[in-house]
């Protein structure tokens, strides 16, 4: 898992709007990477809104948020549309960004094992090393904690 410290990966992916990004388009800017698990369940819904409702005091502290999770485009453009998301998802299908952030876990649901996407935050600095990881994320009250980081920078 990437550390506090190290350079962060570097990745393109698809986003939710059929368009690449990379990480190097958010050269000078800190960034705010979360993955999550799914798109449209309650707990990514709550976390995704609160990140939408601070979008101006993030910008304010010269900060993008970028959402990935492994849902496919579709899914993360119904999710941004009907939740009017002002950030971009990627739509990691290949796991490439997930695997490069080691954000897939082993869960259990039911009684059953099976390889999912943890809730995990990164901080990258206008820099691009690694400001801050945030390994075990709740998503209610998450958006604000990050904020409340960036913006004593």
Known sequence: MPKAGERAPDFSAIADDGKTISL??????????YFYPKANTPGCTNEATEFRDRIPKF?????????????????????????NLNFPLLADTEHKVIDAYDAARMKSFLGKSFLGIARITYWIGPDGVI????????????????????GQE
């Open 59 to 83: 910008e304010s502290v010269n900060t993008a948020i970028i959402g990935c999770s492994g849902d496919s485009t579709e899914a993360q453009a119904k999710f941004k549309t009907k939740y």
């Open 131 to 150: 400001q801050r990881v945030w390994e075990k994320v709740t998503a209610k009250g998450h958006a604000a904690e990050v904020l409340a980081a960036v």
């Open 24 to 33: 190097s388009d958010y050269a000078g800017k800190n960034v705010i990477l």
